[in-house]
């Protein structure tokens, strides 16, 4: 009896102890943030992470490195500056900013369209109805909009209005939108926006587009005032379409818009004399349209890619701080995708849009290195909000540690001051203090601080994503 009574007291000692420790964690963490708690919680993501690299490669849990299927290392080929990576905007949807949507032919432009009036998380969502083609967004408490887009304001300034449409009609046309009171403001800020797409497929998916029967021909092609004449931009075909044209006859024809369609719908005509081809020979001309492209892509609000839907969609919330209720898919059973192009057609197809091949590479580096930035940017971010967290924690976890801020002074073998060196012992007593109050806090800092050294190391792994 007297063994099965010591292990009884025992146990109840130790469930005394069990307990008493949950109310001092209670009274020093009362919230989820408890340090041990962090700390238990980084073993297990390490843990995780290490069990995901082993099985499915460096960055397996980052829902972002997987959807292109690229097995090979993004290396950046360019040299941007912070003002080109850093593109977060101060969009004020209750003033009187508007995002200007630049819909590029086949390059997914209508399923991000449609993402911009239904997918978006607004104080005020746009309404749209069954059967319209058009939806109104308006800005919360006014009757205007704060988008200019194919589904909210419809094409306004042409069908598929490029840049310089755009830049020279947009202005104009939601001034004749506004009252006369809104017109004696100051100007409103224009984001443009467009999604950009992989040169040979979304050239063969026009051509596929083109064989079922469209033709565009409600585009306006408006420059420095004026439409292109017949000349200057004939048609490809005789009668009311191309339709059922092979991929041949749609490749041999110098005329066709398709080429280099992206690299031409992004840059400044007015540059080469808008459609005018005998101003300049045709590699200045393009040479001169590239650079143009290049540099109002630059400088664009946004632009995504339709081979990277999941970046895309962060990059957009990170730039506008507007967030999506579902998550984009990417999709790649395409109707160009159904294609079976030999290599050497390919090939040719390149050739046909070099200009595009050069701008989509450009693009693509851009737009892969703003992706990085803004994830290196959001894990500072969280960084210091965790360091913040720990300060406030360490405030009140420092009197169960003996830390009071006060000084705490030890025998010394010195000699004890006399009473003829007052001033002396004042300004040696103070700076002991100040040393012994330092070190101390010093040592609590530093033993809250032993996560940030697991934390540089995990985000100096994560600078170099695995792009797969």
């Keep these: 009896m007297d063994e099965k009574s010591h292990y009884s007291r025992l146990l109840i000692a130790l469930l005394m102890v069990l307990c008493f420790g949950v109310i001092v964690l209670q009274y020093v963490c009362p919230t989820s943030d408890c340090q041990l708690l962090h700390l238990a919680s980084l073993s297990s993501r390490l843990g995780s992470r290490a069990r995901g690299d082993r099985v499915n490669g460096a960055g397996a849990g980052d829902p972002y490195s997987s959807e292109d299927g690229a097995l090979v290392r993004f290396v950046p080929r360019f040299n941007f500056t912070t003002k080109d990576l850093n593109r977060a905007v101060d969009f004020n949807i209750k003033g009187d900013d508007v995002i200007v949507f630049l819909h590029i032919q086949k390059t997914g432009g209508t399923t991000f369209g449609r993402h911009l009036v239904r997918n978006i998380q607004l104080e005020r969502p746009c309404e749209c109805h069954a059967g319209q083609k058009k939806c109104t967004c308006y800005r919360p408490g006014k009757r205007d909009t704060w988008l200019f887009s194919r589904f909210s304001t419809g094409w306004s300034c042409g069908l598929h209005a490029d840049w310089t449409e755009l830049t020279s009609c947009v202005p104009s046309f939601m001034g004749n939108r506004e009252s006369q009171e809104r017109r004696r403001t100051p100007s409103r800020n224009y984001y443009y926006i467009t999604i950009l797409r992989d040169p040979v497929w979304r050239y063969l998916s026009e051509w596929r587009h083109v064989q079922r029967g469209a033709?565009?021909?409600?585009?306006?092609?408006?420059?420095?005032?004026?439409?292109?004449?017949?000349?200057?931009?004939?048609?490809?075909?005789?009668?009311?379409?191309?339709?059922?044209?092979?991929?041949?006859?749609?490749?041999?024809?110098?005329?066709?818009?398709?080429?280099?369609?992206q690299t031409r719908m992004l840059a400044d005509l007015s540059l080469v004399g808008c459609y005018n081809l005998s101003i300049m020979n045709?590699?200045?001309?393009?040479?001169?349209?590239?650079?143009?492209?290049?540099?109002?892509l630059r400088n664009m609000a946004?632009?995504?890619?339709?081979?990277?839907?999941?970046?895309?969609?962060?990059?957009?919330?990170?730039t506008f701080r507007l967030s999506f209720i579902a998550p984009f898919t990417q999709l790649n059973g395409t109707r160009a995708a159904s294609v079976e192009v030999e290599p050497e057609t390919q090939r040719r197809i390149r050739e046909l849009n070099q200009w595009d091949v050069e701008l989509y590479e450009y693009a693509r580096d851009l737009f892969l290195q703003r992706f990085q930035y803004a994830r290196q940017q959001e894990r500072r971010e969280a960084r210091q909000r965790r360091l913040q967290e720990r300060r406030k924690l360490r405030a009140k976890v420092k009197p169960w540690w003996g830390v009071t801020g006060k000084a705490v002074f030890k025998p010394t073998t010195e000699p004890p001051m006399?009473?003829?060196?007052?001033?002396?012992?004042e300004e040696k007593q103070a700076d002991a203090g100040q040393k012994l109050e330092s070190e101390t806090e010093g040592e609590v800092e530093d033993n809250w601080l032993e996560e940030d050294d697991s934390e540089t190391i995990l985000d100096y792994l994560e600078n170099v994503e695995q792009w797969r």
């Design 215 to 261: 033709t565009w021909k409600a585009s306006k092609h408006m420059c420095d005032g004026r439409l292109p004449t017949l000349s200057e931009l004939p048609n490809c075909y005789n009668g009311d379409d191309w339709s059922g044209c092979s991929l041949e006859e749609f490749m041999v024809c110098p005329y066709n818009l398709a080429n280099n369609r």
């Design 282 to 296: 045709e590699s200045q001309r393009w040479a001169m349209l590239l650079e143009s492209a290049k540099r109002n």
């Design 302 to 318: 946004f632009f995504g890619l339709t081979e990277y839907q999941r970046k895309t969609q962060y990059l957009f919330e990170h």
């Design 418 to 425: 006399t009473e003829q060196s007052p001033v002396f012992s």
